[in-house]
């Protein structure tokens, strides 16, 4: 295989790369504005959008929390 072909393989989604990456968006875009100059509108939004993304990753907690509890445990080994 070709590295060109290597370097347009997808990769796996990863959540928490792309978490950490949105983050660190949001934190170097805000580190150029002083607070003050920030709408309220914006902060509200900002809220929110911190609060929906929260209950997306409690939802997926729960989703496998869920499965866990609906999988039979293994006989143990004697």
Do not use: N, Y
């Not at 989604?13 to 607070?35: V, Y």
């Amino acid at each position: 295989m070709s590295a060109k072909a290597t370097q347009t393989e997808e990769k796996e989604f990863d959540l928490e790369q792309w978490l950490r990456e949105g983050i660190q968006g949001l934190r170097s875009s805000l580190k150029c504005r002083p607070p003050t100059l920030l709408p309220e509108e914006f902060k509200t939004h900002t809220r929110a959008a911190r609060k929906e993304m929260l209950l997306a990753v409690r939802s997926l907690l729960d989703s496998a929390i869920r499965e866990l509890e609906e999988t039979p445990e293994p006989a143990a080994k004697k």
